[in-house]
C-alpha cells in the first residue's frame, strides 16, 4: 500500500545553501497517531505529527539526490529549473529507494521511492512488502504527467506570437 506521495523542493549540489527543503504538496494515506503519548490526539496536533513526518522523508530525499549527484559528478545546473518547449527525460533524472527503519519517522518500517526532475523531488512512502517496479513505473508516469501539466502553465513564447511579435505591421 502507498502510504504517502509527496513533492518538494530539491537543492542543487555544490550550490550555495539557498533555503531548506520545501514540501510543495503531500497526501498521506492513512492516519497514524503519535507514538507513545497516552493524552488525546487532536486533530492539529496529528496533522503537525504527519507534516513533521514528511518533512523528514523530504530532508532525507534531497540529501541522498545531492549525494548521487555528486558521486556521479553532475554539474549544479543539472537540477535546476530548466524552461523549454522540450520534454524532460525521466530516464536519466536521479532516482533511488531507501528503506526506513520502525520509528524513524514512521511506526512500521517503510520503503521510500523517489524521482529528481529538475528542481523537484517526486517520492512515494510504500509498505515494504509493495512492488518496487510497479511503484517507479507509477511514480515516473505521475511524474511525466504534473511536469506536462506545469509545462502547459508556462508562459511559453509559441512560434505565432513571435512571428507577430516581429513583424507587427502584418
Same mark, same amino acid.
Given at each position: 500500500?502507498?502510504?504517502?506521495?509527496?513533492?518538494?523542493?530539491?537543492?542543487?549540489?555544490?550550490?550555495?545553501?539557498?533555503?531548506?527543503?520545501?514540501v510543495l504538496y503531500?497526501?498521506?494515506?492513512?492516519?497514524?497517531?503519535?507514538?507513545?503519548?497516552?493524552?488525546?490526539?487532536?486533530?492539529?496536533?496529528?496533522?503537525?505529527?504527519?507534516?513533521?513526518?514528511?518533512?523528514? #522523508?523530504?530532508?532525507?530525499?534531497?540529501?541522498?539526490?545531492?549525494?548521487?549527484?555528486?558521486?556521479?559528478?553532475?554539474?549544479?545546473?543539472?537540477?535546476?529549473?530548466?524552461?523549454?518547449?522540450?520534454?524532460?527525460?525521466?530516464?536519466?533524472?536521479? @532516482?533511488?529507494?531507501?528503506h526506513l527503519a520502525a520509528?524513524?519517522?514512521?511506526?512500521?518500517?517503510?520503503?521510500?521511492?523517489?524521482?529528481? #526532475?529538475?528542481?523537484?523531488?517526486?517520492?512515494? #512512502?510504500?509498505?515494504?512488502?509493495?512492488?518496487?517496479?510497479?511503484?517507479?513505473?507509477?511514480?515516473?508516469?505521475?511524474?511525466?504527467?504534473?511536469?506536462?501539466?506545469?509545462?502547459?502553465?508556462?508562459?511559453? #513564447?509559441?512560434?505565432?506570437?513571435?512571428?507577430?511579435?516581429? @513583424?507587427?505591421?502584418?
Open positions: 500500500m502507498v502510504h504517502a506521495f509527496l513533492i518538494h523542493t530539491l537543492r542543487a549540489p555544490n550550490l550555495e545553501d539557498t533555503g531548506l527543503c520545501r503531500s497526501c498521506v494515506f492513512g492516519a497514524e497517531k503519535s507514538p507513545d503519548d497516552p493524552r488525546p490526539h487532536g486533530a492539529e496536533r496529528d496533522r503537525l505529527f504527519r507534516k513533521e513526518q514528511i518533512l523528514a #522523508v523530504a530532508r532525507q530525499v534531497e540529501s541522498l539526490c545531492r549525494l548521487q549527484q555528486q558521486a556521479a559528478g553532475c554539474s549544479s545546473t543539472d537540477l535546476q529549473p530548466q524552461f523549454s518547449a522540450e520534454p524532460v527525460s525521466l530516464h536519466e533524472a536521479p @532516482h533511488g529507494a531507501f520509528g524513524d519517522p514512521f511506526q512500521e518500517p517503510r520503503t521510500v521511492l523517489w524521482l529528481g #526532475v529538475l528542481s523537484l523531488g517526486f517520492t512515494l #512512502v510504500l509498505d515494504t512488502h509493495e512492488n518496487l517496479l510497479l511503484a517507479e513505473r507509477t511514480l515516473r508516469l505521475l511524474a511525466r504527467l504534473l511536469l506536462d501539466h506545469l509545462r502547459l502553465l508556462t508562459p511559453a #513564447v509559441s512560434t505565432g506570437a513571435a512571428y507577430c511579435r516581429a @513583424h507587427p505591421s502584418r
